[in-house]
């Protein structure tokens, strides 16, 4: 069982920016593929980011250039930098990390993070 625990979330203005932080208790991070899902109040959870075993990162369209995620293997934790948001990136966040093992795949999920953009 793998925990991630998401922290950074809060009210921000529009045009601002936000930093996510999604720390990871397995000591087999390198891996895993993660990315950061979201979910507003009627719709379903979409993918905001993922990033692979090799470090390669992935966007939805609606974030791309403004949103940046990472991770670091020393510290088990993956990252997402958010600029210039706008009403519509209000949701809850969520971690995900993904492993596709012999006997099937593995996947987990934080708790989420709040994020409102507003004035």
């Keep these: ?4 625990v998401e922290s950074g979330g809060g009210l921000v203005q529009p045009g601002g920016s936000l930093s996510l932080s999604c720390a990871t208790s397995t ?3 390198w891996l895993y593929d993660f990315a950061w899902y979201r979910q507003s109040p009627g719709n379903q959870r979409e993918l ?7 470090y ?5 369209d609606s974030v791309k250039g403004r949103f940046t995620i ?7 934790t993956v990252y997402l930098q958010m600029g210039s948001l706008r009403s519509e990136d209000t949701a809850v966040y969520y971690c995900n990390a993904r492993l596709q093992t012999e006997t099937g795949l593995l996947d987990y999920w934080g708790q989420g993070t709040q994020i ?3 004035a």
């Design 1 to 4: 069982q793998v925990q991630l």
């Design 27 to 29: 000591s087999d991070f």
């Design 48 to 54: 905001v980011a993922n990033i692979t075993r090799s």
């Design 56 to 60: 390669l990162p992935n966007y939805a």
């Design 70 to 76: 990472s991770r670091d293997k020393a510290k088990r």
């Design 116 to 118: 409102i953009v507003s």
